[in-house]
């Protein structure tokens, strides 16, 4: 058996600066129930305490990616076989739609649009920004270039004052579907 063979499939989950990053353990604890591994990409802003960094790379084995790697310096993660961008805020699918890399996590859903690799996104979008134009727009372009979408996600309280659960586990079932 090769080392390719014989290794996980290899998950990005790229986590943007959204309230509900504080549960993406959940979303990386139901991937590797599933057999990935998994490396964490965040957003320089969703680094500044908007989930447990610490805890989140117990949890992979890895070091949070969050800035760009020295030149020469080795590539921490494999390719992947699989993206998922959860949490996905507004300000993240209008820069990727528009081809913007201006941080790490924007730079690699850019590259990897283009290797063919599946990438399934849970967007955490108010519904006030949901509704401007250039928001419709970006999810029609990366809709067309194969990114997969789940449920829009506004993240208010219900009335009775709970946040609405979070989709984490349909992320996985959007890369794995065939």
Not at 53 to 76: D, F, K, Q, Y
Not at 78 to 93: E, I, K, L
Request: aromatic share 8%; charged share 25%; proline share 8%.
């Amino acid at each position: 058996m090769t080392d390719q063979a014989a290794r996980k499939p290899f998950l990005y989950v790229v986590v943007c600066a959204a309230g509900i990053a504080e549960d993406v353990d959940k979303l990386i604890t139901a991937a590797r129930e599933r057999d990935w591994e998994v490396g964490v990409i965040a957003t320089p802003v969703a680094m500044n305490g908007f989930f447990d960094t610490a805890a989140v790379e117990a949890l992979t084995g890895h070091r949070i990616r969050s800035a760009w790697r020295s030149p020469g310096e080795p590539r921490p993660f494999p390719a992947p076989d699989a993206v998922v961008v959860a949490p996905a805020t507004f300000n993240t699918v209008n820069k990727w739609a528009a081809g913007i890399a201006d941080t790490l996590a924007l730079g690699t859903l850019c590259e990897v649009a283009g290797l063919g690799v599946p990438i399934a996104v849970l967007p955490c979008v108010a519904d006030a920004l949901a509704a401007h134009p250039a928001y419709r727009d970006s999810l029609e372009r990366l809709r067309g270039m194969g990114v997969r979408f789940g449920e829009p996600y506004a993240g208010e309280p219900g009335e009775d004052g709970h946040r609405p659960e979070f989709g984490w586990n349909r992320a996985l079932d959007l890369v794995e579907r065939r």
